[in-house]
């Protein structure tokens, strides 16, 4: 029997947990750059799942391989080998240019993960005394929820009452690269530098042209591995297969150019499977990645052959489908379209972003409900997008969007907005 919203919403307020405040929409269908009410209802969806649904929903390649995968084999755990993982490892390294992956499920395990694995090689290959490594992090980050991740957080509401907090993490400004250099300099026992090329939760925030390079050049001269966070950057996201790429020219797969910004240790999450299933990877090279032995590490679920299937073809998805070029020039046509009609309006400040990983200013106060409001509206127009820290609203849209579509969304989120009364 089919719910209605109401009941759905009741449901899962009575017996879920209360520790998200989803808008006010029951979801039950996707298909490409479409998902469905339960009362069957019609929307774009402008957020993706956070950016992990970049290939679209429910793509027929995707639920191919994981509906056949897991008709013939779902789980072994890493107790004994299966045929599936050590195609994924090969495909995906290649894919990279990495030698090796590490499998994980989500991305704040894959977190987790990459900073074991950075204060375990400061150990053994950096040789820094025994629990003394720290790790350099950035204000204002999102790594996940995990209590080491929420430790360097500075959101206090993922952080108080969740202490006593795991040490050894400095954290510096982001985007600045004296803060950075100081932090190096002043301490010789500095692992990492853990860095999201550009700040997603926090309001999709891009840093300097010039930043990220400058910032790996600054961690190669002190020896320190530089950690890039690109669960929700990479994957084709912002315009290049990771954000890293910066203004690297090569198309996607199998890189030949030079990448503007080669990472040391480099977590996928998220769009690693489409959004279809939890996959998510560390990849880093042998001198770092050798570093982890068997007991080290592990997960019942990580690496799976249901995992390893859907992020293989999830991977072909966005190389078949030149998801970064489409994502690139949509991005243009967004903030150009949209910067125009800030003009307009007084009640949107600023676009900002990167591929079609943006997000706009509502002028308006942090503690305020009008970006909410904002976004209720959006919804019954037929376009679903949340609000962040307030005041901000993060458009994402899956990647294989047309350029009519992205027309009609922009029409939408303008006349929204024009008609919008507080
Ligand atoms: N890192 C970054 C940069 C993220 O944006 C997120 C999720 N928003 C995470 C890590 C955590 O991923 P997950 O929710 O899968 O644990």
Known sequence: EQLTSQQAIELENKYGAH????????????????????????????????????????????????????????LTSRAFYNDMLGKYEKFASEYFGFDKLLPMNTGAEAVETALKIARKW??????????????????????????????????????KNFGPYTNGFIKIEYDNLQE????????????????????????????????????????????????????????ARTGRLLATCGNCSCENKNCEGT?????????????????????????????????????NHGSTFGGNPIAAAVAIAALEVVADEKLAINADRLGKI???????????????????????????????????????????????????????HGNIIRFAPPLVMNEVQLRDCIAIIKKTISEFKN
Not at 20 to 35: A, I, K, M, Q
Not at 341 to 352: A, G, N, P
């Open 122 to 159: 400061a150990y053994e290959v950096k040789r820094i005394d025994e629990n003394k490594a720290e790790i350099i992090v950035c204000e204002n980050n999102f790594h996940g929820r995990t209590t080491t991740i929420i430790s360097f957080s500075n959101d206090p509401v993922a952080r």
């Open 334 to 388: 967004f903030r150009e379209e949209i910067a125009e009609f800030c003009k307009t309006t007084d009640l949107v400040k600023s676009v900002r972003g990167k591929g079609l990983l943006n997000a706009i200013l509502i002028n308006d106060t942090e503690d305020s409900s009008t970006a909410w409001d904002i976004c209720i509206k959006l919804r019954d127009n037929g376009l679903l997008a949340k609000p962040t």
């Open 180 to 235: 950075l250099q100081n932090a190096l300099e002043n301490n010789a026992n500095i692992a990492a530098f853990l860095v999201e090329p550009i700040q997603g939760e926090a309001g999709v925030y891009v840093p300097s042209e010039g930043y990220l390079k400058a910032a790996k050049k600054l961690c190669e001269d002190y020896n320190v591995l530089f950690i890039a966070d690109e669960v929700q950057t990479g994957i």
């Open 19 to 74: 520790n998200y405040h989803p808008l006010p929409v029951v979801l039950n269908r996707g298909e490409g750059v479409y998902v469905w009410d339960v009362e069957g209802k019609k929307y774009y969806d402008f957020l993706s799942a956070y950016s992990a649904v970049n290939q679209g929903h429910c793509h027929p390649k995707i639920v191919d391989a994981m509906t056949n995968q897991a008709k013939t084999l779902t």
């Open 259 to 295: 990448p503007d910004v080669k990472p040391d240790v480099l977590i996928l999450g998220k769009a690693l499977s489409g959004g279809a299933y939890p996959v998510s990877a560390v990849l880093a090279n042998d001198e770092i990645m050798n570093v982890i032995r068997p007991g």
